[in-house]
């Protein structure tokens, strides 16, 4: 009976190994899967807060971006939007692409408060279907996504990360194609 017990409990043991590696090559191939995706800028077409369409590549314009994956309600995307926003000066020759799920009327007045609304090289888009956060495996905001002036990534980041760090990545994605 006690060895019925024993190899009862090795089996259950061995069993719970082998799913836990299972599970870690799993992830690891979607991540991997997810790296391939994201290495070149995704043409999704999204709606800005006026409702209008607009392609990623299209705004990128053959120049280095920066895209983030935000929500307003998030404090540190506001602490890091806000970043942005006080050196937006410093990002004149790149694209800004701001993507995040929530609604029009719900980032409509963050958007005032960052005072980025006018910038030709900023764009706000809303990702309603959660097309991009899936393709891009979005597991927390902010997600920075820096892309070369071809469309070749450059970086990516999760969570907060400092603005001499992201201009350097933009100026070397800007450099990279010349």
Known sequence: MRKIVLISLALILFSAVAYLGYSILQK??????????ISKLPDFTLSDVEGNSHSLKKLAENKATLLVYFNSTCEICQMEMNTISNRVMEFESYRLIFVTVESPEEITGFITELQMESR?????????????????????VPALFIYDSTGNLVDSYTGPVKVDLILDKLKEGKESAL
């Open 120 to 140: 030709k090289n900023v764009h706000f888009l809303v990702d309603s279907e959660m097309e991009v956060a899936g393709y891009y495996g979005v597991k927390g």
């Open 28 to 37: 690891d191939k979607q991540e991997e899967i997810i790296w391939k995706q």
